[in-house]
């Protein structure tokens, strides 16, 4: 807007009769912006109602669930040897546990020695298992090559799926692969010719990492494979010309197995050097030409590899290297009675804690443990009792586990079930705490009849306390909700108290903007019909018995168990509690008292007052929306948003029209400016003529 300067001829506050006469202009748009600000106090009203609704009807849905009433009571008559816990679901009865001849173990395997040699130093866990394999007791079998895991994305049906592997790099197919999809294990199939039965999850891979499923894998599914490479590669470029590369940790670590070295200098032919084996298999740390001198040697001490002449700047280095490596497994049996099995493949570069840590994280449920005192080891089930009646618990296979860490002989003990007699009974279970009807048992110590002819008795009883509470917490709860609603009906309006203008704030302190505001919004749902319907409904709710077959005579209304509308009527129908008579009801009949709040029916008057006041309050949340919408809702999906926006689009328009008003008032001024800046002019050049001046 540019600025308007008035009253520069006339001598007139031009710019302040236009705020003047703006004012009046005004006075029906700050009615329109009252209007808007009062709408929305009543929808935020209302949405506050709401949420008390919804917040109370969570309450009916805990007082429809039996929970609320069926808490139960247990008591055992020696807690030292049996404890129990009974749910809602359980019935009032009681059990008689005689004996408990065996308690539940879990199965566990000793191995049958010290780890460490009798001369040697004793193993560290916490070293490579290469660097201290002298310190072991047996000797290790280690194959040759790496230890490998790649996790795929799977692209589109129909595209080849393929490991990523460097120049020289196979997969050992001789050796164990693991494969899984999303976390479902495949058969891997390594025959060339095989076919391959849809109807099952197989997998063939070949030694380039090509991988065919027997099915179609989803795109995007994770595909985890577990393989041994035939060696691993290093890549280096040369910074500068030299005669040294520095190998890589993992590498430097097997210095001892560079299997071959590729010099790739530019676009030249790629050169390559292999390291020849003796006898044993085992690889030469350095390689001469023809004459004697030196082409390339491992420093097993320092980790470098050294040429005998120098590497071009940017010549790209390869370096293949092996280490060792070894594969076992461990299977236990999974309470659904099926084989859990998985293979552990360790590398000479791991820890004995680091395949400790890859035992107790797997899904076998088992336990390693080495005791660095007695320096012996041990495997133990997470889980008591005996899943697998024809063998052992514990199972496994692979030199590393049965002769380095000596579990091949080892005895498994435990791994059996809790042996019991109850009500005449006698069974068994996997675990000393199961679940019975209801009822969760704890068998704490074994006892015979003959020793202990004193039987363990556990009685089921209503716990009429916890039931007691619930509903006086329910009715508090109510009660709250109706003094609310009760409050914001009979709230008081102050008509004269509208929302303040922006020029009214301005005359006003913080304090008593506050307090006129805290007026202006007094009353908003004042005789609102919505909750004052409310309110009688739920009135009705309560009062009308309940008419229900499931539900003694005696007991189809609230005021028989104690419960009844308070005698002042300005409460609007509080409930009030006869403790002495609902605790009465509850111990003589907790059924029916459970059936009066709780029961189905199809028509009303079968309905229990819970299941009532529930479809009472979803009816009246079906309004308040439709009235007042949510945080969620656009204004034009409720009744009050659709009357802001034909109160927004009034206010746009008005403004629009107080802007060409106001130019219209300028625009007059500035002609009357422009007309007495004329006269001026023309008075002055005829006192010219005359020579007269004033």
Request: proline share 2%; charged share 25%; glycine share 6%.
């Amino acid at each position: 807007m540019s600025m308007r300067i008035g009253g520069l001829a006339s001598g007139m506050d031009i710019d302040t009769m236009v705020k003047d006469l703006m004012k009046a202009e005004r006075m029906p748009l700050d009615k329109l912006k009252q209007r808007k600000q009062v709408l929305e106090w009543q929808r935020d009203e209302y949405r506050s109602m709401n949420t008390l609704l919804l917040n109370f009807r969570s309450e009916l849905t805990n007082m429809r669930l039996s929970s609320s009433y069926r808490s139960r009571a247990t008591t055992s008559t020696d807690d030292t040897r049996v404890t129990a816990t009974a749910s809602s679901a359980a019935s009032l009865s009681s059990y008689s546990i005689s004996e408990v001849k065996k308690l539940a173990t879990a199965a566990t395997k000793v191995n049958t020695g010290k780890l460490s040699g009798e001369t040697a130093l004793k193993v560290d866990p916490s070293k490579s298992l290469t660097d201290i394999e002298a310190n072991f007791k047996n000797s290790f079998t280690w194959g040759k090559g790496t230890v490998e895991s790649q996790t795929l994305v799977a692209p589109e049906v129909g595209e080849p799926i393929k490991l990523s592997l460097k120049s020289g790099v196979e997969v050992k197919t001789s050796e164990k692969i693991n494969v899984k999809v999303n976390g479902i294990s495949y058969d891997v199939i390594t025959e060339a010719d095989a076919i391959l039965d849809s109807s099952k999850n197989q997998v063939k891979i070949d030694k380039s990492g090509n991988l065919v499923f027997s099915s179609e894998v989803a795109k995007s599914s994770t595909i985890k494979v577990d393989f041994i490479a035939n060696q691993r590669m290093q890549e280096t470029t040369m910074i500068e010309s030299g005669k040294i590369v520095k190998l890589s940790d993992d590498a430097k670590h097997s210095a001892s197995s560079v299997t071959s070295i590729t010099i790739q200098n530019g676009t030249e032919e790629p050169v390559t050097y292999t390291f020849p084996r003796d006898i044993d298999g085992n690889l030469a740390t350095e390689i001469k030409d023809t004459d004697g001198n030196l082409i390339v040697k491992v420093n097993k001490t320092t980790g470098e590899v050294e040429f005998g002449s120098d590497i071009p700047k940017d010549a790209k280095v390869g370096i293949n290297y092996e280490q060792k490596y070894s594969i076992f497994n461990l299977a236990t049996t999974g309470t659904d009675g099926l084989e859990k099995k998985e293979d552990f493949y360790v590398s000479g570069t791991d820890s004995l804690n680091s395949v400790i840590s890859k035992v107790n994280s797997s899904i076998l449920g088992v336990t390693m443990f080495y005791d660095s005192v007695s320096d012996q080891m041990t495997l133990t089930r997470k889980e008591t009792g005996n899943f697998n009646i024809d063998g052992d618990e514990i199972r496994f296979e692979g030199a590393f586990i049965e002769n380095v860490l000596q579990f091949k002989d080892a005895t498994e003990k435990g791994g059996d079930n809790a042996v019991f007699t109850i009500n005449g009974l006698e069974t068994q279970r996997t675990s000393n705490t199961f679940e019975i009807s209801g009822v969760t048992f704890t068998l704490k110590k074994e006892f015979a009849l003959e020793t202990s002819p004193t039987p363990v008795n556990i009685n089921i009883t209503n716990n009429s306390n916890q039931t007691f509470d619930n509903i006086k917490g329910f009715v508090t709860k109510y009660n709250e909700l109706i003094a609310k609603i009760q409050g914001e009906v009979q709230e008081e309006r102050y008509k004269s108290y509208t929302p303040l203008t922006d020029e009214q704030r301005e005359t006003l302190s913080d304090k008593q903007q506050e307090q006129w505001e805290e007026r202006a919004k007094s009353g908003m749902l004042r005789r609102d019909p919505t909750l004052s319907a409310l309110l009688t409904k739920m009135r009705s709710n309560f009062s009308t018995p309940v008419s229900n077959t499931d539900i003694n005579p005696l007991y189809k209304q609230l005021a028989s168990i104690g419960i009844k509308t308070s005698a002042n009527y300005l409460e609007g129908g509080k409930l009030e509690i006869d403790e002495a008579a609902l605790k009465k009801a509850i111990e003589t009949d907790p059924t029916s008292v459970e059936k009066l709040f709780s029961a189905s029916g199809t028509i009303d008057g079968e309905k229990g007052i819970a299941q009532r006041l529930t479809d009472t309050v979803n009816a009246s949340l079906d309004k308040l929306r439709s009235k007042a919408g949510n945080s969620f809702s656009t204004n034009s999906q409720f009744e009050i948003g659709k009357l802001l926006n034909d109160v927004d689009t009034k206010i746009n328009r008005f403004e629009d029209r107080l802007i060409k008003v106001e130019d219209r008032y300028w625009a007059r001024f500035t002609a009357m400016e422009k007309a007495i800046q004329r006269s001026n002019e023309q008075m002055s050049q005829l006192l010219n003529y005359t020579g007269s001046s004033y």
